[in-house]
């Protein structure tokens, strides 16, 4: 429906785009490998467009449900493959988010720019890995003109987070970028934290090349040795040192092929990490520890207003220290004055669906036996005649069932249960 | 114009808490057959109110949860209409005969039982959850729910039955997920003793929780404070409870605890240090138990113990409790 | 009748439902006899806004009435004006006693209806009778009636529509033509019915607002047709209660009501197998009527394919219209120039002449960015904003365009004989502000009407007293 004129215009700015960055770093091709997956295919440039909406394909009906079904069973598989026995997992983590500020990231080929896109999706990402990380924290430091530029202490409130990078003129991208001094200021901002906590850096890196003022192996080194797990996007293509900062520290390494690519590998690390056995270390692993944390009392609108800690302006509502008696504006936070940690505690109920995740649901390939003939959850009515030509994983009829209830559920509340609702619908009857 | 909206209600169909809230010895008896005849009359104001309004009944059972009638299902199953007459408006004469139906369908299957299992309110919550995520995100193909996508969706839960202690990770996911989509909860505890986990639901997704006092003017408090759609509730003084209880109880003597030991892996809660996580197993350094040993304040969680009556697992401590801490 | 339409803007600004004001209007004791039917006081109340809704559904269990100031306190400090506006509405439409400053209670008629529509029961007999099940002949179905409603309404816009251009479409009946010459909508020009520039305006309209508009004239001639108001509105209360697919019997009404079956069936809002038939079925039209949200089903394509959007503009001028529908082809003919016309699609562009051509018609651009906003495609919803606004822009300056040139009476001073009098007359003037045009050169001036009784008395002084 769209007309064809407007679809051809993006694709031949693209191309330019594409071309003239190549033409800037003509010298290092073979780093375009990475960026490059189906190596065959010659250059980016010569490369027919393809985005994700292309890689789905109509029936002969021209429906896209089969192509969507595909998209669901995808994720379907993703979820069984991850280990069903608990596995420890981090729940009180740090981040610092190392973002490229450098020329390279008003490059054009992800829309508007990958700076905006990059900013976007930080935010994005910052919202929902506070959701899911309650009780952690993030830090974000910049790299332009060849230095680090730390945007925003360590913090555990969004707000605050969210603020240091909703000025996009402030954050204007300008000059080459520096791993290394960017890495180490945010390895020194991590460097008090108890050893329970994870320590983590990601980096949304648009740059080729990095200036550095000396040995980045060095600072590879100590970050080995202080366990700080490097996770890193990269924007252009592969580079070596990327890929060895995070092999060697047990990060993820991943190049954005396209915008929605980006998004997934940034979303990916939102949840919590499974906890390193690495016993490389000196200190064995120490990874468990025994936290004081205060539980604070909500105070209503109505109580006397007190000056609070946090800010300095007098509130009414608030929570106060349990141990000093402060007044504290929010909760999660770190006690201003006797540096308690306050939690509430939603705040812990919020991490425990990592820890007692649903087990996945069985997909339902014959109807013997088969009593019910609404979804257990939503009440939808189920299909009774399976549908022809599923993928492996797809239930012909739209159903999956819960091992512990022997529940069905349809495909739409399989989703919600295990991406959402974290409990079984069918088990806490 | 102003939006339709949706309403899930759950009710909690405990017969032995009926029972006593039935008792001529209470301040204000409530059977449940007045109750159900003033919720009946509720859920046709909210039908009257416009004629978008869609609306979905779940029953909370012993054991068991059950969807007694749903708007979107109902159309279709014309089979069993109710005989048409002239003096009542066919949708309210419609969603009366089919919940009375159905929850005396339920009633009647529990005869058997000679112990009853607990209520569990959460199953229910979970299927309106379920059910209003359906509302959001219609199959493709039908074209008949347009408006209901926009709607604005939320939960009332009319509560008899006391706090499930073993439900609270439950309660506390479903409390997240109705932040996620959007869904106000609100809560009317119409018998029985407060109950925190609810009281934290409605606080956490902007609702109110409300302890029916007068259970004489059930109906005016249902019309006044549970009637008003969420679009318009900043402009009325529904109340909502002030203070919420956010402390936790420890895993291991069930106090409750301003000051908490927590693990690191699994979140257990303890009210002084221990060497081992009870709960998974994990060893603390001994440095660790030291440290918060010296630091630990002076008087160790004397709250808990002076109050101390026995709580179930991982309970939140109840109002009252609070109450008299402060 | 542009003093009607303004007002219907008007309302909607406040989003008031254009049949309320004229319930004002009408007496303590025919408002007291609408409401003693249960089927009248839900519409009713179904059209007041969430406010007023809320604050009826508050007083509605209450069985004494209780002081204003006990409900303003359960009214936050935002909701004071909103509160206030309410509770002044429900007071003129007595469904509030009178004395609303100390205290607050429903009307008893109205009190008493309502209970009994929302608890049921009674005898009232209100909520239609439905007709015995006939084994011989099947109630039409719901399709059938929304195809019938359809082909009714568009029957009536698609006369209006093309009425100027010679074509010679099916013609309404007698009533109908009646009725929108009646509205200002259409007039007789040269023994022609043609249609009028609120026409025009009309037929941009939602079919929800032009439904109402049509059925207020209605209202409004029914005292001249000696009928009874109070029973034409209940009766199109009841409707409006009804169930769609289901046959009603006409045992139950009024003569007045047997009447209006006839005109009902014109405009399309009820089905019957034969005049004389002792049964009739409302459509979609009718039981929709005190709803605001689901489209009827005139808004919906033949094919049923699309909800309500069909037309996708672009930055370029370009409009693609995916309809089959003549109508909305016709409407669209209005206002943009049509290049080509596809089984299912119209393309065309906005263009300053198609623009202009609706201006003149009465059309204003604020009308045409609405239409196109009401029936964007579902694709053009994902843009922000939803219309490119270049296309907004230029409508919007297109009509300023026209507005270039502004008439306005007044008077010419001229052959002063020296310049001393011209001058001393025109700072006169000057001081009183009521000088539009000057030229020293030429020795003249022009002032407004409003000044030419002093301008003039004072030019006779001056003459009289110098010479």
């Known amino acids: 429906m769209n007309s064809g004129s407007d679809s051809d215009s993006f694709d031949e700015g693209d191309l330019t785009a594409r071309g003239r960055k190549a033409k800037g770093k003509s010298g290092s091709r073979a780093n375009e490998k990475g960026k490059q997956k189906a190596k065959d295919q010659g250059y980016a440039w010569e490369a027919t467009y393809t985005r994700s909406w292309d890689t789905v394909q109509e029936d002969e009906a021209g429906s896209l449900t089969g192509a969507v079904a595909e998209l669901l069973a995808r994720g379907r598989r993703r979820r069984l493959l991850a280990p069903a026995a608990a596995i420890r997992r981090t729940i009180i983590r740090h981040l610092v988010l190392l973002l490229d500020l450098s020329a390279a990231m008003s490059d054009r080929d992800m829309r508007p720019t990958r700076f905006d896109l990059s900013l976007e999706y930080a935010r994005e990402f910052i919202t929902e890995w506070f959701d899911q990380n309650p009780l952690g924290q993030i830090g974000i430091v910049g790299m332009r003109g060849g230095i680090g530029e730390r945007v925003c202490e360590m913090s555990g409130n969004p707000q605050d987070v969210l603020k240091a990078i909703s000025e996009r003129h402030k954050l204007e991208p300008i000059g080459e970028p520096s791993l290394q001094n960017a890495i180490e200021m945010a390895r020194s901002s991590m460097s008090h934290l108890p050893t329970h906590s994870s320590r983590e850096m990601l980096v949304i890196f648009g740059s080729l090349t990095t200036v550095d003022p000396g040995n980045i192996y060095e600072t590879l080194s100590s970050c080995v040795k202080d366990r700080i797990r490097i996770s890193l996007v990269a924007l252009a293509a592969e580079t070596k040192i990327c890929r060895e900062l995070c092999d060697k520290t047990g990060g993820t390494f991943g190049v954005a092929m396209n915008e929605g690519h980006f998004k997934d590998l940034l979303f990916e690390l939102i949840p919590p990490p499974a906890q390193q056995h690495t016993g490389a270390g000196a200190g064995g692993k120490m990874s468990a520890d025994l936290m004081m944390m205060g539980f604070p009392q909500r105070l209503p609108d109505t109580a006397p207003a007190a000056l609070c800690v946090c800010h300095a302006q007098m509130r009414a509502a608030g929570f106060l220290c349990p141990r000093c008696g402060a007044r504290l504006c929010d909760a999660p936070t770190d006690c201003d004055v006797c540096g308690l940690m306050i939690v509430s505690s939603p705040h812990l109920a919020r991490s425990y669906h990592h820890l007692f995740p649903v087990k996945p649901y069985s997909v339902v390939t014959t109807l013997d036996g088969v009593t019910s003939t609404t979804c257990h959850a939503c009440a939808r009515p189920l299909e009774d005649t399976p549908s022809a030509n599923v993928s492996e994983g797809v239930s012909p009829f739209d159903r999956y069932r819960c091992q512990d209830c022997k529940s069905d559920f349809c495909t739409e509340c399989d989703v919600f249960v295990h991406d959402v609702l974290h409990c079984c619908p069918g088990c806490e009857t | ?326 | 009748m542009p003093s009607a339409t303004g007002k219907a803007e008007e309302q909607q600004e406040r989003s008031l439902h254009a049949l309320l004001p004229f319930l004002q209007t009408q007496s303590q004791t025919s408002l007291t006899r609408l409401y003693q039917r249960p089927s009248s006081c839900l519409p009713i109340f179904r059209l007041l806004g969430a406010v007023e809704r809320q604050l009826v559904m508050n007083l509605l269990w209450l069985e004494s009435s209780i002081p204003t100031a006990t409900m303003s306190s359960w009214v936050t400090k935002e909701g004071k004006t909103h509160f206030d506006d309410a509770l002044d509405l429900l007071t003129r439409l007595h469904i509030l006693t009178n004395n609303v400053t100390t205290k607050l209670g429903l009307s008893p008629a109205f009190k008493s209806s309502m209970r009994q529509a929302i608890t049921g029961g009674g005898t009232s007999v209100s909520f239609g009778v439905p007709a015995e099940s006939d084994d011989k002949r099947h109630a039409p179905s719901i399709d059938a009636l929304d195809a019938y409603a359809l082909e009714r309404w568009e029957t009536i816009l698609h006369y209006m529509v093309s009425s100027g251009t010679g074509q010679m479409p099916v013609k309404p009946s007698q009533g109908v033509l009646f009725l929108l010459q009646r509205n200002g909508l259409m007039a007789m020009n040269q023994g022609q019915l043609q249609i009028t520039s609120s026409g025009f305006q009309f037929l941009l309209h939602t079919p929800h607002a032009q439904l109402w508009e049509l059925l207020l004239q209605y209202l409004q001639m029914v005292e001249e047709r000696q009928m009874d108001l109070v029973e034409v509105l209940s009766f199109l209360f009841m409707l409006s209660t009804m169930e769609l697919g289901r046959e009603y019997s006409t045992e139950n009404l009024s003569d007045t009501q047997r009447a209006m079956l006839e005109d009902l069936r014109d405009y399309g809002l009820i089905w019957q197998r034969k005049a004389s038939s002792r049964r009739f079925s409302p459509t979609r039209l009718a039981t929709t009527l005190t709803s605001s949200l689901p489209p009827l089903p005139t808004a919906t394509n033949t094919g049923g394919a699309q909800e309500q959007g069909f037309i996708v503009l672009e930055t370029n001028y370009r409009l693609y219209a995916y309809t089959d529908n003549p109508l909305q082809t016709a409407v669209l003919n209005l206002f943009v120039s049509v290049r080509s016309r596809f089984p299912n699609l119209v393309v065309g562009a906005i263009t300053r002449e198609s623009v202009r051509k609706a201006l003149l018609n009465g059309i204003t651009a604020d009308q045409i960015i609405s239409y196109l906003t009401t029936y964007a495609h579902p694709q053009m919803r994902k843009n922000k904003p939803l219309l490119p606004v270049t296309v907004q822009d230029q409508i919007r300056l297109w009509e300023l365009e026209r507005n270039r040139i502004k008439a306005q009476e007044g008077f010419l001073y001229t052959a002063f004989a020296s310049q001393a009098d011209y001058e001393y007359v025109l700072n006169y003037a000057r001081q009183l502000d009521v000088v539009l045009w000057e030229n020293t050169a030429k020795r003249c001036f022009f002032g407004s009407v409003e000044g030419h009784a002093n301008i003039r008395g004072f030019i006779e002084r001056r003459t009289g007293g110098g010479g």
Not at chain 2, 28 to 36: A, G, N, V
Not at chain 2, 85 to 91: E, F, I, L, Q, T
Request: charged residues 15%; contains cysteine; neutral net charge.
């Open chain 2, 1 to 326: 114009m102003d939006r339709s909206c949706h309403l899930s209600l759950i009710i909690d169909l405990s017969p032995s808490q009926w029972h006593l809230s039935a008792q001529p010895t209470n301040p204000h008896p409530l059977s449940f057959q007045t109750f159900l005849s003033l919720v009946l009359t509720f859920l046709n104001s909210h039908i009257a109110a416009k004629h978008e309004n869609t609306l979905a009944v779940f029953g909370a059972l012993p054991g068991k949860s059950t969807m007694l009638y749903s708007s979107l299902d109902a159309d279709s199953s014309n089979t069993n209409d109710p005989p048409a007459d002239a003096n009542s408006y066919r949708p309210f004469k419609f969603v009366n005969t089919i919940v009375t139906k159905n929850i005396q369908k339920e009633l009647d299957l529990l005869e058997g039982l000679t112990e009853e299992p607990p209520v569990t309110l959460v199953g229910a919550l979970t299927m309106a959850l379920c059910y209003i995520n359906r509302l959001a995100h219609p199959p493709p193909g039908s074209v008949a729910t347009e408006t209901t996508t926009e709607a604005d969706a939320r939960i009332l839960i009319l509560s008899v039955s006391p706090d499930l202690s073993a439900s609270y990770i439950p309660v506390m996911n479903s409390i997240f997920s109705a932040q996620k989509l959007r869904v106000t909860i609100d809560v009317c505890k119409v018998y029985g003793e407060e109950t925190v986990f609810l009281q934290q639901a409605a606080h956490l997704t902007g609702g109110s929780y409300i302890y029916l006092e007068r259970r004489d003017a059930f109906l005016q408090y249902l019309t006044m404070s549970f009637l008003p759609p969420p679009s318009i509730r900043h402009m009325m003084a529904v109340p909502r409870q002030d203070k919420v209880d956010f402390r936790a109880a420890c895993f291991c003597h069930k106090n409750i605890v301003d000051i908490g030991f927590v693990c690191s892996v699994c979140l257990s809660i303890f009210c002084s240090p221990v060497p081992v996580c009870s709960t998974c197993r994990t060893k603390f350094p001994m440095k660790t138990l030291q440290r918060l040993n010296a630091s630990r304040p002076s008087i160790p969680p004397a709250n808990g113990v002076s109050n101390g009556s026995p709580r179930p697992p991982s309970a939140r401590p109840s109002q009252g409790m609070s109450a008299s801490l402060r």
